[in-house]
């Protein structure tokens, strides 16, 4: 099995971008298809990000994402901030037997 | 339009049995797999088993495997997570979603054990 580590929480203010990361701890991060999920208070996760870059209909492109296989990590990259964007942020892969959730990253905009 | 409905909120007692219910609608029951995540009071989302509705095959996270049970009834479209007995530190709320890459969610049904 594998883990996925994000950083704890992230802050940025409103028009600015802000990327967060998420790092696979064994197997290459390249392998398995990583997505993105928001969560806001009191509300079920949606996906804001899958397959690595994809975004499902009616998520603004202000929202991508990436995969470095120098540093075995994936990125979700928010630009033009809004005060809605914020949330906590999951990332997500799977291997041959099991999925895993990164640790999620409460971002802030303020 | 992809639905997920699962049952409502339960408080139980410490060794009580329990099962919830995610009723799925508006595709194809057996295409999609069915996971079950948990979110404990202010913590992240944890992935607790997936099943294959074709052949009800389930993989479990290996750090609930003999707590919980995952199963479906494909003739209702519908996927269930049991407990035969449960613990305070069972107290969470309960996703279902269906997934291949990408995960749709269920509401969440929140899980109170108390004595």
């Known amino acids: 099995n594998f883990l996925l580590t994000q950083p704890h929480s992230v802050s940025e203010s409103p028009g600015k971008t802000v990327t967060i990361s998420c790092t696979r701890s064994s197997g290459s991060i390249a392998s398995n298809f990583v997505q993105w999920y928001q969560q806001r208070p009191g509300s079920s996760p949606t996906t804001v990000i899958y397959?690595?870059?994809?975004?499902p209909s009616g998520v603004p492109d202000r929202f991508s994402g990436s995969i470095d296989r120098s540093s075995n990590s994936a990125s979700l990259t928010i630009s033009g901030l809004k005060t809605e964007d914020e949330a906590d942020y999951y990332c997500?892969?799977?291997?041959?037997?099991?999925?895993?959730f990164g640790g999620g990253t409460k971002l802030t905009v303020l | 339009e992809v639905q997920l409905v699962q049952s409502g909120a339960e408080v139980k007692k410490p060794g009580e049995s329990l099962r919830i219910s995610c009723k799925a609608s508006g595709y194809y029951f057996n295409t999609y797999w069915i996971s079950w995540v948990r979110q404990m009071p202010g913590k992240g989302l944890e992935w607790m088993g997936r099943i294959d509705p074709t052949d009800s095959h389930v993989n479990y996270s290996p750090s609930l495997q003999g707590h919980i049970t995952i199963s479906v009834d494909t003739s209702i479209s519908t996927a269930y997570l049991q407990w035969s007995s449960l613990k305070a530190s069972d107290t969470a709320i309960y996703y279902c979603?269906?997934?291949?890459?990408?995960?749709?969610w269920g509401q969440g049904t929140l899980v109170t054990v108390s004595s």
């Open positions: 397959e690595d870059f994809l975004r």
């Open positions: 979603a269906r997934h291949r890459n990408m995960y749709e």
């Open positions: 997500q892969s799977y291997d041959s037997t099991d999925q895993v």
